[in-house]
């Protein structure tokens, strides 16, 4: 086996020689051209690759015409465990918390699902832990799966897939949004079991083309169209199920401790998912009302001067960051910036005008975000900074002088422009919040 990795650093270097002593190769400052294949002493039969790498890199599409195999890890985690069976979750947004939360649930009833993919552990690393001597798989695997990893593992048959939403998002990897719904649709449709959010526009859209698919709904049953029939909505406070015998109440509505409705949809995916793996609605409620929440949405970091500071760094597109003002009472002043992304930001900022007093720009995006704001003639304060650290200080002197409820980060924007990803740019914000109170 041989490790190739384009970059080159101490840290990766350290990295590198404990691989080595466990009797894998490396290379470092190994670039994604046919050079660096050529001139390895022997020709590979397969290469995996990573999930950031365009599956129409060159490179790739070169390895495949020479007849070699290219992989996603995905791929390799389910040849190893194909006797497992697997919950997929994908969706443009939700997708996080859905998996979080159909971990928490099977775990809560002492079955083993581990959560992996896009979230928190690779599934492979998962895999290949559970594989060594005196490892157990486990029962089931929950994972979260990217339009990236989708493409890159077409193998991938999960027993149970959820869709979350679809909205224009990865545009300048995937090109079209009939190209991103594409890839999303297809593991759903190799999935034995569908599960999928009827509140959504465009799966909703779409959903005269699904020849069979279970259908959640945070509102009422009759709000869905004719042709979409309701596994599970509410009436009252109560979750209601679609049974043998006809419409039964499941759990109260209110279970899980999160704002917002798109918590309920969430709530409703998971509890999908849960029912089919064997759970009881009364083991459900339990578990959700025991939920602590997911870090880095909508993450209630803490309290200063009498407003709150919450973490909303895994908006990382408008549609998620104009969630985000929904579930949140105002006035806010909110941080936005990073990376851009292609997309509408028209109802990301009408959620601004309706809910925010200030909003404090950073990072590569803050001219492109300030021009977009005021061709959406936002009405209340607009600052730029920098950087995140500035960017908090800013916004803290504007939320006491405006009489603001809550600072929030919601990027709307990648993070990869100052940030290895949005984690490491959520526990900043975290570090910036808590200084604020002084040294703890």
Request: charged share 15%.
């Amino acid at each position: 086996m041989l490790l190739l990795e384009s970059n080159s650093s101490q840290e990766l270097e350290n990295k590198a020689q404990d691989l080595r002593a466990s009797g894998i190769a490396v290379q470092l400052a190994a670039p994604l051209t046919p050079a660096t294949f050529s001139g390895l002493p022997q020709q590979p039969k397969t290469v995996v690759v990573s999930p950031g790498i365009r599956w129409d890199h060159p490179t790739l599409c070169a390895l495949r015409q020479d007849g070699i195999a290219v992989r996603g890890e995905l791929a390799a985690a389910w040849d190893s465990c194909q006797q497992v069976p697997w919950i997929g979750i994908t969706g443009t947004n939700g997708k996080t918390t859905v998996t979080h939360l159909v971990s928490h649930l099977l775990r809560s009833a002492g079955i083993d699902a581990p959560m992996g993919g896009n979230v928190g552990h690779s599934a492979a690393e998962l895999v290949l832990e559970r594989l060594q001597p005196g490892g157990v798989l486990p029962a089931w695997m929950v994972v979260e799966l990217s339009s990236y990893q989708i493409e890159a593992a077409p193998e991938l048959a999960p027993q149970i897939g959820i869709w979350t939403t679809l909205t224009p998002d990865h545009l300048e990897r995937h090109g079209t949004l009939d190209n991103y719904r594409a890839i999303k649709r297809s593991l759903l449709e190799r999935s034995t079991v569908r599960i999928l959010n009827g509140d959504d526009p465009d799966l909703r859209a779409h959903g005269q083309t699904w020849d069979h698919a279970l259908w959640v709904t945070a509102g009422q049953r009759d709000d869905l169209p004719s042709s979409l029939r309701a596994f599970l909505w509410i009436e009252g406070n109560q979750v209601m199920q679609q049974g043998p015998g006809g419409p039964a109440a499941l759990m109260a509505a209110d279970a899980l401790p999160m704002p917002g409705t798109h918590n309920r949809q969430n709530m409703l995916l998971a509890a999908a998912a849960g029912l089919q793996a064997g759970l009881s609605g009364r083991q459900m409620e339990a578990a959700f009302r025991q939920f602590s929440g997911v870090p880095h949405r909508l993450e209630r970091i803490c309290d200063h001067q009498g407003v709150a500071y919450v973490n909303d760094s895994k908006a990382t597109n408008y549609d998620a960051a104009e969630v985000a003002l929904q579930a949140l009472d105002g006035p806010l002043v909110v941080l936005a910036g990073g990376a851009s992304k292609r997309g509408d930001a028209s109802g990301w900022i009408r959620g601004l005008i309706h809910q925010s007093k200030a909003v404090v720009l950073y990072g590569a995006a803050q001219a492109e975000l300030a021009g977009l704001l005021a061709d959406g003639d936002y009405p209340g304060q607009v600052t730029c900074c920098e950087g995140l650290a500035e960017a908090v200080t800013e916004a803290a002197g504007l939320a006491t002088a405006l009489g603001c409820k809550a600072v929030l980060l919601s990027p709307a924007c990648a993070s990869f422009d100052q940030y290895s990803d949005f984690e490491a740019r959520g526990e900043h914000f975290r570090q910036l919040a808590l200084s604020l109170s002084g040294p703890r």
